[in-house]
């Protein structure tokens, strides 16, 4: 049986291919989680080194561990990836960018964390336990309209409207503190048949409710426009996304910082249209199968 707390990377041959990193230099991993795309890139290139962040300091810990033959060529920062260019860093020693957006599997696996509609917890979700808000607070406190909103953004539910309404009546008798609760409601509003290909309403919200407790879309533009222009020519910058709202800012971005219609153009974009995973890789890695791959090169 596979261990708890196995990750796999996603895209993971296609990512080191277009970032082209056997070149020697310095890989910025924004989202290193366990490590899994860093450790390959260590292994693969004896002249590559890694400075890699998360906001799970939990996760940074297992990092350490799996990184270990790699320790004199790794620094890891627990550290949101949008502080990355107040940081000091050397960035004309950068040559690639990695962001794998979003939650790992091992964060998914532990009950405790609250992210999985599949195992009893707390309705938590932080990435970041110093974050002050969780999913309860926001189920709990927030107006029935804002939940109305998340649901239909973030989680494209199509009963976001009724979802929330039933939350708000519901949590005036008691409080919804854990994933079994929320679940339980959802199941009742949404009515669902288990068919091939059909997504679990409940997936959808609790995506929605975890992309809001973390701000997962917040300032992903500004963070990508400001690296590539902090980062030399030939820096090659890969993001993996599994959302179509953060797809459409990656795809965005990078066509305003290709555009000659600006100052002029920062990148040139290596994937007209995104990468996504194989087949094979689907039927290995369930979690891929919304992965979207998008890379540039600085110019
Ligand atoms: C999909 S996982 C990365 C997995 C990694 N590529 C691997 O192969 O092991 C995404 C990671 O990004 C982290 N993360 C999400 N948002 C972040 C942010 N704003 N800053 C830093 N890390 C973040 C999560 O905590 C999670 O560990």
């Known amino acids: 049986m596979m261990s708890q707390q196995a990750h796999i990377p996603v895209l993971l041959e296609e990512v080191l291919s277009l970032l082209d990193t056997q070149r020697e230099g310095v890989y910025l991993d924004c989202t290193?989680?366990?490590?899994?795309?860093?450790?390959?890139i260590l292994r693969r290139s004896k002249n590559a080194q890694v400075i890699g962040f998360d906001i799970d300091e939990k996760a940074l810990m297992k990092t350490k561990e799996n990184l270990k033959p790699f320790a004199d060529r790794v620094t890891l920062y627990h550290s949101d990836f949008r502080y990355i260019p107040e940081l000091k860093i050397d960035f004309s020693s950068i040559r690639?960018?990695?962001l794998d957006l979003g939650l790992s599997s091992f964060q998914l696996d532990d009950a405790q964390r609250g992210f999985s509609y599949q195992k009893k917890g707390p309705l938590d979700m932080r990435m970041d336990l110093r974050n002050k808000t969780t999913a309860a607070k926001i189920i709990n406190k927030s107006s029935e309209n804002k939940l109305a909103q998340i649901f239909r953004e973030y989680g494209e539910l199509r009963q976001a409207k009724i979802l929330a309404k039933e939350i708000y009546s519901r949590r005036k008798k008691e409080e919804i503190n854990t994933t079994s609760q929320l679940l339980k409601i959802t199941e009742e509003i949404c009515r669902w048949r288990p068919q091939k290909g059909k997504t679990h309403p409940a997936a959808r919200v609790f995506q929605a409710l975890r992309i809001e407790v973390n701000q997962e879309l917040k300032d992903?533009?500004?963070?990508?426009?400001?690296?590539?222009?902090?980062?030399?020519?030939?820096?090659?910058?890969?993001?993996?996304?599994?959302?179509?709202?953060?797809?459409?800012i990656i795809k965005q971005t990078m066509k305003k910082l290709a555009s000659s219609k600006?100052?002029?153009p920062f990148i040139t974009i290596l994937t007209k249209k995104p990468v996504t995973p194989a087949k094979k890789e689907i039927e290995a890695n369930f979690?891929?199968?919304?992965?979207?791959?998008?890379?540039?090169?600085?110019?």
């Not at 963070?223 to 980062?231: G, N």
């Not at 199968?289 to 540039?296: D, E, F, G, P, Q």
């Open 262 to 264: 600006q100052e002029r």
């Open 287 to 299: 979690r891929a199968r919304s992965a979207k791959l998008r890379v540039s090169r600085n110019i």
């Open 32 to 40: 290193i989680g366990l490590g899994g795309h860093s450790s390959e």
């Open 220 to 248: 992903l533009d500004a963070f990508l426009e400001k690296i590539v222009k902090l980062t030399p020519k030939n820096t090659r910058t890969a993001v993996i996304s599994f959302h179509s709202l953060e797809d459409r």
């Open 96 to 98: 690639g960018i990695l």
